[in-house]
């Protein structure tokens, strides 16, 4: 059992804010992963759960435990960082075995610990080569395996990945998943790359600048983000965003944006009222923008496009166009053909219209 409780956990170093009011829990084997640019203070909160950076305001819990106080070994955590952190002059093995020996096991338990961790993941014939003899991604097979030897509540990874190539990081975000699926013990996981984030996490909490925005299954951060940010660091290629206004005619509410190119008929989203001659951002995903009316869809808005460039990837190509000065980018599958430099409409379908005020970046929702 391990879940992790942060209450109004904050860090400052010096005067600057790292992490600002932190207020969420962990649940007990969920594989948390803690998403965000450069900077807004993932490896900060990871380090705070390690234990490896004091807290200035607020109260961590491990299992119900309040640990503000408690020094890292007493934390019965495992972490594993981007540069591996291995003893260059040990062996595979007794890099693995080497924590394993300070706590007192018998040789006898440690190479049965180490043999289960290299079997769990496929480096048994790696065990005598030192570090300098192995590829970056065994090498970080031997990092995970010396934390899973650990047998530890909690998995800590802060950008496990980030030193691999695409290929390699592709493999190894299969094999995490796995060793998750295997282990079943609460992981957080580090990392600025919103695909590794969607693709191995529980829930993801998604950060920008100290604060956490939105915490949510990867399915809800896509369908239904909370403000701006989320809706354009979720997703690739990004959300389209356009600048509008609401108006209201004979016909009911309606969305336009400032070039009066797209006309976007909403009387079925009542939460814009309030709105009405306000300014809003309309955001839509690249998939929702076809070239021909989509079967099933009733409601469109549409706009005589000129299609500056096509890049076509087989199974789905991308369109690029211009509305009101913002790129627009529409996905398309192997069946939605359109010609670069050609003139053509893009509808673009209402129900999947996201809002949000330009004043505070928060989506505008029926709920
Ligand atoms: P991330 O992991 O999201 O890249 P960090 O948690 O490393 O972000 O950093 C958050 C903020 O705290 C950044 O502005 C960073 O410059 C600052 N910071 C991190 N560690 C220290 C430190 N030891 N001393 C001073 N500032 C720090």
Known sequence: MAAIKFERVSKVY???????????????????????????GKSTLLRMIAGLEEISSGSLFIDDKLVNGLPPKDRD????????????????????????????LSKKEIKI?????????????????????MSGGQRQRVAI??????????????????????????????????????????????THDQVEAMTLGDRIAVMNKG???????PNNLYAHPKNLFVAGFIGMPPMNFVEGRIGKDQEGLYFQDHS???????????ELEPYLDRELTMGIRPEHIHPYPAKGVVHYAAFQAHIQFVERLGHESFAFSTLQDQQIVARLTPEETVEPLSEMALYFEIEKMHFFDKGTGEAVTGD
Request: net charge positive; aromatic share 8%.
């Open 211 to 217: 604060e956490i925005l939105q915490i949510d299954t």
């Open 145 to 190: 395996g010396r934390a899973i030897v650990r047998n530890p509540k909690v998995f800590l990874f802060d950008e496990p990945l980030s030193n691999l190539d695409a290929k390699l990081r592709g493999q190894m975000r299969i094999e995490i998943a796995r060793l998750h699926q295997k282990l079943r013990t609460t992981i957080v996981y580090v």
């Open 77 to 104: 955590i495992a972490i594993v960082f981007q540069n591996y952190a291995l003893y260059p002059h040990m062996t595979a093995f007794d890099n693995l075995a080497f924590g394993l020996k300070i706590r007192g």
């Open 260 to 270: 009066k190119t797209l006309l976007a008929r909403t009387p079925k989203r009542p």
């Open 113 to 133: 610990k180490v043999d289960e961790a290299a079997r769990i993941l496929e480096i048994e014939s790696l065990l005598d080569r030192k570090p300098k003899a």
């Open 14 to 40: 010096g005067k600057i804010p790292a992490v600002k009011d932190a207020d969420f829990e962990i649940r007990d084997k969920e594989f948390m992963v803690l998403v965000g640019p450069s900077g807004c």
